[in-house]
Nanobody
Framework: QVQLIESGGGLVQAGGSLRLSCAAS????????MGWFRQAPGKEREFVAGISSFGRSTSYADSVKGRFTISRDNAKNTMYLQMNSLKPEDTAVYYC???????????????????WGQGTQVTVSS
């Protein structure tokens, strides 16, 4: 069974940091693009960051650029999202996703992602 499992979410004060992990099992994702999306209460799910298959290309939403860093360790079949300078508006459920048809591009499109994690809650208090 193929699974993406997120971890690392929690409650943090504004200005703090968290590191999310997405561990894959059931198949290797080293040859496909992966990324992070988030959904805040009452809002649609949105793209946060993406990374190409071997990490040579990364993309970020304007709202997180300069504060978040996406990375991956293909030997561990794991992807990460380092989140610094967190703001209350970053509060959301964060999902990792994989697009098995995409390798070189880091600009993931939600409807094209065919594997999703269950989500991890990030809450930033003011």
């Amino acid at each position: 069974q193929v699974q993406l499992i997120e971890s690392g979410g929690g409650l943090v004060q504004a200005g703090g940091s968290l590191r999310l992990s997405c561990a894959a099992s059931g198949r290797t994702f080293s040859s496909v693009s992966m990324g992070w999306f988030r959904q805040a209460p009452g809002k649609e799910r949105e793209f946060v960051a993406g990374i190409s298959s071997f990490g040579r290309s990364t993309s970020y939403a304007d709202s997180v650029k300069g504060r978040f860093t996406i990375s991956r360790d293909n030997a561990k079949n794991t992807m990460y999202l380092q989140m610094n300078s967190l703001k209350p508006e970053d509060t959301a459920v964060y999902y990792c996703a994989a697009d098995t048809q995409r390798r070189l591009s880091s600009k993931l499109v939600q409807r094209d992602c065919d594997y999703w994690g269950q989500g991890t809650q990030v809450t930033v208090s003011s």
